[in-house]
């Protein structure tokens, strides 16, 4: 019974955390030359999940390698990884934020049919996709499911990326819940304050 409640909870906050913030409409994403049009919900998703660190700090699953910074940053501006001692400001990493998300994860989604694409679909997807990298992305069932059109069974295989049995299963089933409620709203959502 303890646990049902707790799951509940973790249910409701998941989407308070989803329904707080000011109305983004589900419009028709716009796309660049790069790809489509990441929004402010999937950028305050990545802050709120990943966490900002100005000096770098082991993967939580291997305990090193690959170190990261920032946002989860696992590569320097220059390309070479993030090692030991490295360190970013709030600044620096909020504008690579922007543009890199934009770039690798609005890059990924051009493989998804237009008729499937909506705002609050997209930044649920480059959420995900910041978290597990464009590769695990566009070989993942969530990404093929979604290209044939069948959101729900998209949505479910979001699921499957929770890293089980680690440290980090926890978090990684709080942050899919989120996403996937975001993914799933056909109306505008309200994101909230996610301090």
Not at 19 to 34: K, M, N, Q, R, Y
Not at 51 to 75: E, H, L, Q, R
Request: with cysteine.
């Amino acid at each position: 019974m303890i646990r049902r409640i707790s799951q509940i909870r973790r249910l409701i906050a998941a989407f308070f955390l989803v329904c707080c913030w000011g109305v983004v409409a589900d419009i028709p994403p716009t796309h660049s030359l790069e790809g489509i049009k990441i929004g402010g919900q999937a950028l305050e998703l990545i802050r709120k999940f990943e966490g900002f660190s100005s000096t770098a700090y082991p993967d939580m699953i291997t305990g090193g390698a690959p170190w990261a910074y920032g946002y989860g940053f696992t590569t320097k501006a220059d390309g070479k990884p993030v090692a030991p001692g490295d360190r970013i400001s709030r600044k620096q990493a909020d504008t690579r934020l922007v543009r890199e998300a934009e770039k690798y994860c609005g890059g990924a989604l051009k493989g998804i049919p237009a008729e499937y694409l909506t705002q609050n679909r997209i930044d649920a997807a480059a959420s995900l996709c910041w978290n597990i990298g464009v590769p695990n992305l566009l070989r993942s069932v969530f990404f093929k499911r979604w290209a044939k059109g069948d959101v729900d069974g998209a949505a479910k295989a979001m699921t499957h990326w929770v890293a089980r049995g680690t440290n980090a299963e926890r978090v990684l089933r709080a942050r899919r819940q989120v996403e996937i409620a975001l993914f799933r709203a056909k109306d505008p959502i309200l994101m909230g304050n996610l301090e």
